[in-house]
């Protein structure tokens, strides 16, 4: 099992910039893949992007392609999501995961364990 912490939401306006962080403990980060959902109020939790456990290959939902940008140090056990050119629709609890696998994992139920979310929210 490995303990996720997320941080870095907050209060943003329309074209700015938010980076997240996702701090891991527990079983070796280093070897497995990790994902960022997000979930907006009155929806479901959705994918929006994951790296593979050296951070060679990454994948993103069209939505977000060219504004967000996914990353991870393995020698401080964490994990960033940097957020460009935010748009209001990006308003969300945003949440990391982690998998069992090594590589890239689109499903929510592939992924094993769960932070407690941070809130962005992005002003028109």
């Known amino acids: 099992q490995v303990q996720l912490v997320e941080s870095g939401g907050g209060l943003v306006q329309a074209g700015g910039s938010l980076r997240l962080s996702c701090a891991a403990s527990?079983?070796?980060?280093?070897?497995?893949?990790m994902g960022w959902f997000r979930q907006a109020p009155g929806k479901e939790r959705e994918f929006v992007t994951a790296?593979?456990?050296?951070?060679?290959?990454?994948y993103y939902v069209d939505s977000v392609k060219g504004r967000f940008t996914i990353s991870r140090d393995n020698a401080k056990n964490t994990v960033y999501l940097q957020m460009n050119s935010l748009k209001p629709e990006d308003t969300a609890v945003y949440y990391c995961?982690?998998?069992?696998?090594?590589?890239?994992?689109?499903?929510?139920?592939?992924?094993?364990?769960w932070g407690q979310g941070t809130q962005v929210t992005v002003s028109s």
């Open positions: 995961a982690a998998t069992k696998y090594g590589s890239i994992q689109f499903l929510r139920s592939r992924y094993d364990d």
């Open positions: 527990g079983r070796t980060f280093s070897n497995y893949a």
């Open positions: 790296i593979s456990w050296n951070g060679g290959s990454t």
